[in-house]
């Protein structure tokens, strides 16, 4: 991973410049093109809470054919000079310009390493080439460009790196690494910043990094990250630049083509900047004839700013002020007295090309659906992939010489919607179309909608929603309201149109992932029939334990899951990683069919202080199919990782996990019900827990659970006796009508094994260590309060029942973030918590029971978290857990995180603890 962190003194006024260069998606070629500046003026003060941005639409100038490359670079670099002089007489702040706008791309490689420049890398050393011409006298592009932005507050570049092919393998032929680059310059001409284009569209002649780069600086208006044109679609480096680096605002200098209905230039950038909600400032170039248009200035979730439109016909200078940080509503320049935003038309550059769309979206092998009535409500599927409609059209006569159609496309069928780059793709979309086989998109309509609303439950989180009219300006985002309810296996999204009195020419929303790669371990769930130890009792003789678990299964016809050992044979001398005793063990979870057999077999991921036994290479995700569901396998301590369960469920599709388990829990947010419901809530599948009894070491409880249904039954910590549970539980937790979860349909059987006792009391194993974290004290019978940790804050409001409710206990806010202190101890985890509980003293110790009654009659606890794994729990005495009903938990996940809550209401039981827990997975400590 390639990270650059660069840092400007708030104090230091300063300007600076990105220029990046980039293949023209339309030819096989090269281009210099792309450039992005930036200067402190008098507009923005070091604590300001907005700026101002400025981006330009560019006609490219030169002609390919006749003059030489350089020429046509000149060509456009006197005009870039011109409109930067513009942008600093408005008080712009920063500027981006287009990729493609210095040269047309139409060039071999050969030409490519005659323009290409070696660009110093400014992690390496501080380079000003502007200060030592002498030193690149061979890179005229960089010190021309380097000196415009000392100054004039302008630069350019791509980077040529040279290589040995005799040393390095993956050298090219000619002897160099060509990449497709974004360079920034500060205003005293200095590299602060390089980003090597990851994903690149037909770009032959240019070599791909060999890891990702995420690339920010610092600067006084908030953090800047770096991406080019087709990177776009992609997860890195655009999204997590946002969600792990704290990218405010993304430069995204771009030369798109429209590939219409729903992936129009500005659809993708405002689609993607309220997803991410970050600002985005894009800059395209206009060649109108290939569908190559449309540049804005976006604020995330507050929408556009200032964008151009199809209809242009001159180059634009768009400037706008836009906050620092889009999240914020209060920030001065999104007040209606202060919005301020500007387009000036460059009229010596001016086109006279007609727009055509360059490509567009493949319809075949998917789901059109056209719209014959003025209202109507309907669901249609493709792939299991399902988009939901209601709509209602502002007259009876709306859709009259109008064909308007409901598309539903999913690429896991196997057909790819994108003809180009086929990619993972689902969208839900209404959008006109002018002939009945949906061939050909119009850019303009005359239908109105009172209102309409598309729904889908997405297999991503990543979804980015669009709505255009005629001659695909965007609707105001006023008219509309997008929402992502995001859980751990996909996103259930919505997007409401209304009181919009204008024609509705497209609506959807998208998402757009890298393609999923299905890997199985184990020969695809072990579905080895001949293996049917119960069959073939002498082939085991030497395995009496996989014998007697499989004869267990045949005899009582039921599937039998056990966890147990599994040794695999290997060889030390072929092997440089077998152990020196010649085989591997494995903790293993085993499953058996009703006849015996062996259906699947999984290999422990994370194992807790056993050193006996050998960590597999890869984490293992293993299912297997029955009449009542897909099920999944993982063991313990797994649990509070995201692989392999997280991602059974989200990327597998199971439905009920088998989790066999040694677990003690530490108290108060670990206990081993709170974990289990928390993780079975949230993931929104059935669990089925099997706990041991060693109450003396907090190892205790078992359960049944069922998604957002909460627990079906369960042991407590004051279980005595071996416990069979047996529950019906829907196939599908998600599923609210499922016969079982009715009242008077629910079962559930708790049997106690009476000749298998135990006398030990519960005994805590650990407890939370609080001494790096926040903690405040409950002192008032009402209140509303916030405590922080390091960023992470934790809000409480809260009721108690009686005044004297808090007389004799000692109840604790507190909030957790271990970014800064790893816990625990042993195993360190990337950990957020917000929760309220009973301690006794200082919170050395937690209680099991709540002696006094603490009653409350109402209770909040809500937190901004850095992930999207969070874990809901609240338990009442005995560390029983409060029944579902009486709880709500919403989870409004965002790309960078999420925004969580927890209520209880109408409880009139003692409250023990109540938690949120986040597992920050990706940040864990090494």
């Given amino acids: ?57 560019h006609i490219p100038q030169g002609n390919r054919s006749t003059d030489e490359p350089s020429v046509v670079i000149q060509k456009n670099l006197n005009v870039y000079k011109q409109i930067a002089s513009k942008a600093a007489e408005n008080g712009a702040n920063i500027m981006v310009f287009p990729e493609d706008g210095l040269i047309d791309p139409a060039f071999s490689r050969k030409i490519v390493a005659t323009i290409t420049e070696a660009i110093p890398d400014p992690r390496h050393g501080v380079y000003n080439p502007c200060d030592k011409p002498l030193d690149y006298k061979s890179s005229p592009i960089t010190l021309t460009l380097s000196c415009l932005a000392k100054d004039n507050h302008m630069y350019v570049g791509a980077d040529r790196i040279e290589c040995n092919i005799t040393s390095d393998p993956k050298c090219p032929k000619d002897g160099h690494y060509m990449y497709n680059t974004a360079v920034a310059f500060d205003p005293n001409g200095a590299i602060v910043a390089k980003y090597h284009k990851t994903h690149l569209f037909f770009e032959v002649e240019y070599n791909t990094p060999s890891e ?48 219409l209905p729903l992936r129009s230039a500005k659809q993708l950038q405002e689609g993607w900047s309220v997803a991410n909600r970050v600002n985005l400032l894009a800059a395209n170039v206009l060649e109108p004839q290939i569908g190559s248009v449309g540049s804005g200035i976006y604020a995330g979730q507050n929408g556009p700013i200032v964008y151009t439109d199809i209809t242009t016909k001159t180059a634009k200078l768009l400037i706008a002020d836009i906050p620092v940080d889009s999240r914020n509503p209060s920030a001065s320049c999104l007040k209606p ?26 319809t075949k092998g998917h789901i059109l659906k056209e719209l014959t009535e003025s209202e109507g409500s309907s669901v249609v599927c493709d792939s299991g992939f399902c988009c939901h409609l209601n709509y209602s059209l502002n007259s009876v006569d709306g859709l009259t010489g ?19 780059y086929p990619m993972c793709e689902e969208i839900c979309g209404v959008f006109r179309c002018d002939d009945d086989r949906c061939e050909s998109f119009p850019t303009s309509t005359s239908t109105v909608f009172k209102w309409l609303r598309l729904s889908a439950t997405f297999s991503t989180n990543y979804t980015y929603p669009s709505l255009t009219t005629n001659d695909l300006a965007l609707v105001p985002k006023q008219y509309w309201v997008y929402e992502n309810r995001q859980q751990m296996n996909g996103s259930e999204v919505s997007l409401d149109l209304n009181n919009y009195d204008k024609p509705l020419l497209t609506m959807g929303n998208q998402s757009i992932d890298d393609p999923k790669i299905i890997i199985q371990k184990n020969l695809n769930v072990y579905k080895q029939i001949a293996s049917k130890a119960a069959e073939n009792p002498l082939d085991y003789k030497f395995s009496p334990i996989t014998l007697t678990l499989s004869c267990l299964a045949k005899d009582n016809h039921i599937y039998v899951m056990a966890d147990y050992g599994d040794r695999i044979e290997c060889n030390i001398t072929s ?16 499953a058996f069919d009703p006849n015996g057999a062996i259906v699947a077999k999984y290999h422990k991921t994370h194992l807790h202080l056993e050193k006996q036994y050998n960590t597999p290479t890869e984490a293992e995700f293993i299912y297997f199919d029955t009449s009542f569901g897909r099920i999944g396998l993982q063991i313990c301590f797994d649990m509070l990782y995201k692989n392999p369960g997280t991602e059974d469920v989200a990327k597998y599709g199971v439905q009920t996990m088998l989790y066999p388990t040694y677990m003690g829990g530490g108290l108060s947010i670990y206990s081993t019900k709170q974990l289990h419901e928390g993780w079975s809530v949230t993931n929104r599948v059935n669990l089925l827990v099997a706990n041991v009894l060693v109450p003396q070491f907090g190892v205790v409880a078992s359960g049944i659970y069922s998604g957002q249904n909460g627990p079906i039954v369960y042991t407590n910590i004051t279980s005595k006796t071996a416990t069979l549970l047996i529950a019906d539980i829907p196939v599908d937790s998600r599923n609210p009508s499922a016969s079982c979860l009715k009242p008077g349909h ?31 004290k409950l002192t008032a019978s009402e209140s509303s309060s916030v405590v922080c940790d390091s960023g992470f804050c934790c809000h409480l409001n809260y009721s108690i029942k009686s005044a004297d409710g808090l007389k004799d206990e000692s109840f604790w806010l507190f909030a957790g973030n271990s970014s800064r202190h790893p816990y625990p101890e042993v195993y360190p985890m990337c950990e957020e918590i917000c929760g309220v509980f009973r301690c006794d003293g200082e919170c050395e110790s937690y209680p099991t029971r709540v002696t006094q009654q603490t009653v409350f009659t109402s209770i909040r606890l809500s937190a901004t978290f850095s992930t999207n ?4 729990s609240l338990t009442t005495n005995d560390l029983a857990l409060v029944p579902k009903q009486y709880w709500v938990y919403e989870n409004r996940q965002q790309i960078n995180g999420s925004e969580v809550s927890l209520d209880l209401h109408n409880y009139d039981k003692p409250l023990l603890a109540m938690h949120l827990y986040g597992r920050c997975f990706d940040r864990d400590p090494l």
């Fill in 337 to 362: 007295d202060h919005r301020f935003n500007k387009t000036i038309s460059i009229e010596t550059l001016k086109t006279d090309a007609k727009y055509q769309m360059a490509a567009k979206m493949y």
């Fill in 212 to 259: 990702v780069e995420f690339i920010y600086f610092d600067t006084p208006f908030g953090r800047m990250g770096l991406y080019i044109c087709f990177d776009v679609l992609f997860k890195n480096p655009g999204t997590q630049d946002v969600a792990k680096y704290g990218v405010q605002t993304m430069i995204f200098p771009t030369d798109w083509f429209d590939e």
């Fill in 746 to 776: 629910r079962f559930t059987k708790t049997i106690s094994i009476d000749s298998i006792k135990t006398d030990a009391e519960y005994e805590t194993e650990g407890k939370l260590d609080t001494k790096y974290f926040s903690l405040k």
């Fill in 1 to 57: 991973m390639d990270v650059s962190t660069l840092k400007m003194s708030d104090n230091d006024f300063r300007q600076f410049i990105v220029i990046r260069s980039q293949l023209k998606h339309s030819n096989i070629g090269f281009t210099i093109a792309g450039v992005f500046a930036y200067r402190l003026t008098t507009f923005v003060s070091p604590k300001s809470d907005c700026f101002r941005a400025a981006v330009y639409e």
């Fill in 402 to 420: 109008q064909s308007f159609w409901w598309f539903v496309g999913n690429t896991s069928s196997g057909h790819p919607i994108s003809q180009i």
């Fill in 869 to 872: 794994y969070t874990y809901p």
């Fill in 575 to 590: 092997d440089p990683k077998c152990p020196r005793d010649g085989h591997y063990m494995y903790n293993t979870a085993v």
